[in-house]
């Protein structure tokens, strides 16, 4: 896909990942929507790293665990600023939920968020993106989904679904639209993450590292520049899920 103008709503890109994410498509010549939650001094922060005049993108706040609001981003995205040519799913929430500890509400938050999300997301823009032809999706995943970690059940739970959710995705609008996912390993741990932890993480892994958030942007540039790859799930996890 030719990248340049195109508009990209990049979901929770005023922190981290998301934001490393919106930064590069900027740099792209794409037009990105800011989507945050809480974070909208993060999302502004975004924007002003884009150095480009603000009108050239959009920052939108939204709750993305209620359907109805999604509704309403897209919509007011398009109105704003055009049809959306990509969509990257990258918000999500991430805390252990213990097996005899864990709520309903636990539960239900990982899935509405990790894995309705993605999918109400997708329905808003699919359709339109069919329509016109072309559209690029891409689900952040996690490495974790195959072996999950016993404490984090419902998060790894919610992304193997949202692996599940890909590729049926990449069938669904296939053959305008490409689908596909990204699965970290530990890019950015958690500040709360404890030093024993990222440890073993290096550990288990073959590239004896934790990856850095140009490891993901570039994973990102290429699933959107290629046009043949579609329902896949690339790791990107220095060899931790074949350790
Ligand atoms: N970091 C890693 O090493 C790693 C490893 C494996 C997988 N991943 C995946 O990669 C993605 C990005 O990771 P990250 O560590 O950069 O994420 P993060 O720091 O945990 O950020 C999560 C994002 O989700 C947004 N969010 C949370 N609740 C929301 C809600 N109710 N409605 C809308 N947005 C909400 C937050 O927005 P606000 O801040 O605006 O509230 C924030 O931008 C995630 O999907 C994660 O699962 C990351």
Redesign the pocket.
Known sequence: MDLQDKVALV??????????IALHLGQLGMRVVI??????K??KETLNLMQESESRHLII??????VS?IQNLVLTTEEQAGPIAVLI??????FPTPLFSTTEKDWD?FF???LK?PFFLTQAVGEGMKKRGTGKII??????VDRPWVSFLP?CTS?AGLVSLTKGLARALSPEVQVNG?????????PDHAEMDLNSSVEGSLLKR??S?ED?VQTVEYLLKSDFVTGSILPV?GGRSVY
């Open positions: 979901t929770g890109a005023g922190v981290r990942l998301g934001q490393a989507h945050y939650h809480h974070s909208e993060g999302a706040q939204a709750d993305l665990k209620d609001t799913n990258n918000a999500a929430d991430f938050h509405a968020l990790n999300a689900n952040m995943v996690d490495v974790s998060y992304k990204i699965a970290p390993g530990t890019i950015l741990p958690p934790i990856g958030a993901i996890d």
